[in-house]
């Protein structure tokens, strides 16, 4: 069974919203998100993740590394992103195991977000 299964979908939108809201609002990170649509981003964003999570593939963005090379973004903010995400899915109750496969997954994405590919050793 899939992440995206075994999760649910409906419960895949619900994390997303929260988290992104959170991203949109963040001292830290919320900058790169000033001028995005956010609507459209987390639609993105939800079919994205949900591809990536083993659900049905309708992601039809550009390629991370297009999307993010632009953006300074540097390894404290991916590990302020990821901080929230962990910490959204525990408010929501999901199981530890999950929120370990989840990001794990988004872990595996770092070396494409990061403008510094050398700040990518774990």
């Known amino acids: 069974m ?12 619900k994390i ?13 990170i919320g900058h790169f998100f000033f001028e995005k649509n956010h609507d459209e981003l987390l639609k ?15 992601y039809q963005g550009r390629a991370l590394t297009n ?30 195991m999950l929120i370990d496969s989840w990001i794990g997954l988004e872990d595996k994405l770092k070396p494409l977000i990061l403008k510094d590919q050398s700040s990518c050793r774990a």
Do not use: N, W
Not at 2 to 13: H, V
Not at 48 to 56: D, E, H, I, K, V
């Open 2 to 13: 899939s992440l995206y299964e075994e999760i649910g979908a409906e419960r895949i939108a």
């Open 16 to 28: 997303l919203s929260l988290f992104y809201q959170r991203c949109f609002e963040d001292v830290m």
């Open 44 to 58: 993105h964003q939800l079919a994205f993740t949900t591809a990536m999570l083993g659900g049905p593939s309708g």
């Open 67 to 96: 999307v993010h090379d632009p953006l300074p973004i540097r390894p404290p903010h991916f590990a302020r992103r990821r901080m929230l995400l962990k910490e959204t899915m525990e408010e929501d109750g999901l199981e530890k």
